[in-house]
């Protein structure tokens, strides 16, 4: 009967076009829970201004949403046009996907993506291209050129971000072809873009008064706010990347949820020990912490083993945060320590305990490991020569930052013309 079915399915399909393929194909709960973790990535970037807003001074609040948004206005524009064929496109090679699908030539409604549209598909990978170079913005805040930074991040998502998607998530990319597992972006995302930050502060140099004055956070509850709004949306960054609604977006959503809570109780026991209170601001980095730890494993460990792998995230990242006043360099808001750390630290811990439709350590699976360990460094290393590349030139050209008395002064009104609170 089953044969049957298929037989006149198939005439049918021959007389009325391909579309009855697709109808059979599509699943409208797939396409429904993407298009959502879609919309939950995007409420990421007005979380993550909010979490990086919070945590400068009341100058400089407007030039560091901007920053975020700015991504949003930008990359959503550039993903369209060039990006997604540059990381999805199908007639590169390992290291590129090509320029077949310029403007998304040859995508149309009926077009799939699995068991969902195609349009949803470049969507969702859209907040992901958006958000990642707004990660970066964390570092270089309050000193750099708000119009140099949009230039930068227009350079740096064609240059790194699209080629690393393809080399991980694209048909053909060579970390995909070796098997590198990363469910979520903990290479592509956080990686990239903390070994970047580290690259745009080496040509860029610290703030005026690093390590000399005390760069207080002008208001902690917007930073938690944001912070709860990054928790919030990660689930569609995690669970979404099933790309279906089934078991394995059920078990990245309870691994990221529980990850999160134990990177946050991880960096808060750190802090304790070290500086004998534990603050509200480790408590907002400890829960981004455990997300981004679990990001590149959130469909591949389960939810008890989430549990270590966001703790010692946040005990890693903490002393990690720490670094960096004994090194001297000046991470504004802890990317590299953060998200750069984290990403590796996750990338790696996925090759030992993965264990859901993968092998790890666990299993008996050294090649898995060694994988992992190769795919971190690989994209770490490009991203950190190919951005100060890119630094080097801007700066050359155009100055990466805004003049001693703008940056004193503040860049809300330097850079904007405005301030945040008209009191």
Not at 67 to 94: H, K, N, R, T
Request: glycine share 14%; net charge neutral.
């Amino acid at each position: 009967m089953k044969v049957l079915f298929y037989i006149v399915f198939s005439v049918v399909a021959i007389f009325c076009g391909t579309d009855a393929f697709a109808a059979e194909l599509l699943s409208a709960g797939d396409t429904a829970w993407v298009m959502v973790s879609t919309a939950l990535v995007l409420l990421m970037l007005p979380g993550l201004a909010l979490f990086y807003a919070g945590m400068v001074r009341s100058k400089n609040v407007l030039s560091t949403v901007m920053m975020s948004f700015m991504a949003m206005g930008v990359i959503a524009i550039e993903w369209v046009v060039l990006g997604y064929s540059g990381a999805f496109g199908g007639m590169g090679g390992p290291l590129f996907g090509g320029f077949d699908q310029l403007m998304l030539s040859g995508i149309g409604p009926a077009s799939l993506s699995g068991t969902i549209p195609t349009y949803s598909f470049v969507a969702f990978q859209g907040m992901f291209a958006i958000i990642t170079p707004a990660l970066i913005s964390g570092a270089v805040v309050e000193r750099m050129k708000f119009g140099v930074y949009t230039l930068f991040i227009l350079l740096w998502s064609i240059i790194v971000y699209n080629p690393v998607a393809h080399w991980v998530w694209g048909e053909g990319g060579w970390l995909l072809e070796h098997g590198a597992l990363d469910f979520a972006g903990g290479t592509v995302i956080h990686i990239s873009s903390g070994a970047s930050a580290l690259a745009v502060i080496w040509v860029l140099g610290k703030r005026r008064g690093f390590l000399k004055e005390a760069f207080v956070p002008h208001s902690l509850p917007m930073t938690l706010t944001g912070a709860g709004l990054l928790w919030f949306g990660w689930f569609g960054f995690n669970a979404g990347s099933a790309l279906a609604a089934n078991g394995t977006a059920a078990m990245a959503l309870l691994s990221t949820n529980t990850a999160s809570a134990a990177g946050l109780l991880g960096w808060l026991i750190a802090e304790k020990i070290k500086f004998g209170k534990p603050s509200a601001l480790g408590a907002a980095s400890g829960c981004v912490a455990g997300l981004v730890a679990i990001t590149p494993g959130a469909g591949f460990v389960t939810p008890a083993w989430a549990i270590p792998v966001g703790f010692v995230g946040g005990v890693i990242c903490f002393y990690a945060v720490c670094m960096k006043t004994r090194l001297g360099y000046d991470d504004a808001l802890d990317v590299i320590g953060i998200h750069g750390v984290g990403g590796f630290w996750g990338a790696i811990i996925t090759g030992v305990v993965a264990t859901v439709g993968t092998g790890s350590l666990m299993t008996g699976d050294t090649r898995q490991f060694v994988v992992q360990i190769v795919g971190a460094v690989a994209v770490a290393v490009y991203a950190f020569i190919v951005t100060y590349v890119i630094c080097r030139i801007l700066d050359a050209v155009f100055g990466l930052r805004v003049s001693s008395a703008d940056e004193l002064n503040g860049l809300d009104h330097s850079e904007h013309g405005e301030g945040a609170y008209n009191i």
